[in-house]
């Protein structure tokens, strides 16, 4: 067995992701926060990862900083996302 536990404990395991959507926002508004990725864009909608250990509130405040934020969403990788990650480490 490569990965043991609940769903939910595979999961919190996983690489933390959000999509916030700040609309006002220059194009590298995040530049100046460390250990943060930006990994997929739609339209003023931007999905991120974030390090180990960052505070997903350092990405809150400098999304504040740009204006009004529309959206702040944690992403919960999927079963297939979990999956996928175990047999990639495994490998």
């Known amino acids: ?3 043991c536990g609940t769903v939910a404990e595979l999961r919190a395991g996983g690489q933390e992701r959000r999509w ?3 609309p006002a926002a ?3 508004w995040e530049a100046g926060v460390p250990g943060v990725r930006l990994v997929q864009s ?3 909608r931007r999905l991120f990862e ?8 350092a990405l809150l405040q400098a ?3 740009t204006g009004p934020v529309r959206e702040f969403e944690r992403v919960e990788p999927t079963l297939g996302e979990i999956f ?3 047999i990639e480490e495994a490998a």
């Open 20 to 22: 916030i959507d700040v």
């Open 42 to 44: 739609k339209g003023t």
């Open 84 to 86: 996928r990650n175990v």
């Open 26 to 28: 220059p194009g590298d």
């Open 1 to 3: 067995m490569v990965a």
């Open 63 to 65: 999304a504040l900083k």
């Open 50 to 57: 974030l390090d180990p250990g960052v505070d997903d509130q």
